[in-house]
């Protein structure tokens, strides 16, 4: 009796869910998105002159989607021609952590996005109590970074016919829903650098190593899948137009391979794929060797596609 009084609630949710989910599928992910905000205020802590270059962390105060932080790299002095803008989605928590590896930014816009998420997910019982908040945050990121996508196109200084988003980790799997609402919101992204990513989410999140209990993996998987549906880069990218370059580990032990593939798969063209040897990327002594041939093939990519000016 006791058994079955314990099973009803459970069934009740999986109905609910699978009802959830049988209507996001039905429906454009940019219908159910929060979408972009215009006409932002602005707060600065700077700007910093280092090594010729303009450093200044932005705060975009937004309404629904929260505060929007970005952290904005420009060549000092400016140059009397508008800069091609390149909006960094990296691994990392700060916009300014995921630009500071990039040596010799030449004159480009070089910015860094603020996760409103963490980069490091809790495990166990403490996932569960902050996963209607983690929802909220995962849901409006898309939101946030096409905002910040409107608010770089205005500036003076950008050349909003050379904007380039580029995701890397974490940054591969929110840049297909974020580049679909900015060329929804008037800004085509002209390239883009899908790098270390994977999909679906759900397996992604199920098979994380890091994530504990693998019983918890194992049930959020599918779930995610079902909630995160608007987000998952393989239903944001037919939809886009711009020139990919993917970029992947053969031995990546955090990203599967049948993930990777699927995502690959999922890229329209024109596309131009690099398989590089070795694990996950990442910072660190261990892994600055890889770091340096991405960001060496990354930048080589963009120039040659003119999507940036060369460096200096």
């Known amino acids: 009796m ?14 609910a869910l699978l009802v959830l989910g049988g209507w996001l599928n039905t429906r454009d992910p ?5 979408q972009p905000e215009h006409g932002l205020a602005v707060q600065s802590t700077g700007p910093v002159t280092k090594e010729g270059r303009r450093l200044e962390h ?27 803008v390149l909006l960094v989605l990296g691994g990392l928590g700060t916009g300014q952590g995921n630009i500071q590896e990039i040596k010799e930014p030449g004159e480009n816009a070089i910015v860094g996005y603020d996760w409103p998420i963490p980069v490091d997910l809790p495990n166990g019982s403490d996932f569960l109590k902050l996963a209607p908040d983690l929802y909220h945050k995962a849901m409006v990121t898309p939101g946030q ?19 380039s988003l580029l995701g890397f980790s974490l940054g591969a799997l929110a ?3 974020a580049e679909n609402l900015a060329e929804h919101d008037g800004h085509r992204v002209g390239w883009t650098i899908i790098a270390y990513g994977g999909a679906p989410l759900g397996d992604l999140f ?24 608007p987000l998952q880069p393989t239903v944001n990218l037919p939809q886009l137009t711009s020139h990919f370059l993917v970029l992947e580990g053969r031995d990546d032990s955090l990203m599967p391979k049948s993930s990777r593939m699927f995502l690959r798969s999922a890229v329209p063209d024109p596309k131009d794929v690099v398989l590089f ?12 060797m890889l770091l ?19 460096p200096n």
């Open 2 to 15: 006791i058994k079955r009084l314990l099973l009803y609630p459970l069934l009740i949710l999986v109905t």
């Open 145 to 163: 970074i096409a905002s910040a996508v409107d608010w770089l196109a205005t500036q003076p200084w950008a050349d909003k016919e050379r904007i």
């Open 206 to 229: 199920a098979s994380n190593p890091h994530i504990k209990p693998m019983a918890l993996r194992l049930i959020a998987g599918p779930i995610i899948d079902v909630l995160l549906h």
């Open 277 to 288: 040897g070795g694990d996950h990327m990442g910072v660190g002594p261990d892994k600055q």
């Open 58 to 84: 932005i705060t975009l105060t937004g309404g629904a989607l929260g505060n929007i932080g970005i952290f904005v790299s420009l060549p000092e002095p400016l140059p009397a021609k508008k800069l091609p």
């Open 30 to 34: 940019l219908s159910t998105l929060p």
């Open 292 to 310: 340096n041939t991405i960001i060496r093939e990354s930048r080589s990519w963009l120039v040659r596609n003119g999507a940036v000016n060369e």
């Open 175 to 177: 840049a297909p829903a």
